[in-house]
């Protein structure tokens, strides 16, 4: 089965017990752009240019009212997160002391995945306009990728093939999702920040850890249906 019909069907399976959740409750279709920062490390000893590429997400959102002020928003999302990166470091040449070999990485990450954040909704009103705050925690799951990287030793490209597997549990993500909306009738429109949690990258073929987090800020437009 191909990655994409086997994000079809984590996709639709999920939707289908999503859909019963939302029963009897206000549903949304939301969709809009995000900014990404990737893999950014804890102890981050080598010189990064980061640029932020635009991704999208969409999918179902359900507002499930508590009082007259909160609501209990969980939401399921497809998405796309983009960024282009490059990095140099230096190798000592083991022929002269005094002489490094030059690598530099360039890379294009484009990685899909399935978001679930489960905010609380503030609501309140600013004159006759309605906005809302939103906090609370998210668990993505990588679904898969199609970067890119392209090695130059000394200013030449080179052959460059990333062989390092990483294990499962390095696909979920995770954090606390930050935001504020406005509502116009049957329309929303919301900024928000996913601040992500350091966690411990493991791989398959080598003896190799480090901390990352990722960071993700998105403009999304709703319409309840």
């Known amino acids: 089965m191909s990655k994409i019909s086997k994000t079809l069907l984590i996709y639709i399976v999920s939707f289908v017990l999503f859909s019963n959740v939302a029963h009897g409750q206000d549903i949304f279709l939301m969709g809009g752009v995000n900014f990404s920062k990737l893999g950014q490390q804890k102890d981050n000893t080598s010189s990064i240019n980061r640029e932020y590429r635009p991704g999208f997400h969409i999918g179902p959102a359900v507002a499930m009212k508590l009082n007259d002020h909160f609501d209990l928003i969980p ?14 470091i230096y190798i000592p040449r083991f022929d002269n002391t005094n002489a490094s070999y030059r690598y530099d990485f360039k ?119």
């Open 75 to 88: 939401s399921l999302l497809f998405s796309l997160k983009r960024e282009y990166s490059e990095s140099t």
């Open 107 to 225: 890379s294009s990450i484009n990685e899909y995945y399935l978001d679930l954040p489960i905010t609380l909704k503030f609501n309140f009103k600013l004159g006759e306009q309605k906005l809302y705050a939103l906090a609370g925690p998210y668990v993505n799951l990588r679904l898969f990728d199609d970067s890119t990287t392209e090695l130059f030793i000394d200013g030449e490209a080179s052959e460059f093939e990333n062989q390092f597997e990483a294990k499962f549990s390095n696909r979920i993500d995770y954090g606390i999702q930050v935001g504020l909306g406005a509502e116009l009738k049957s329309y929303v429109i919301q900024a928000t920040y996913d601040y992500g949690f350091y966690r411990t990258m493991k791989y398959e073929d080598i003896p190799f850890e480090e901390s990352v987090r990722n960071a993700v800020a998105r403009i999304t437009f709703g319409y309840k249906f």
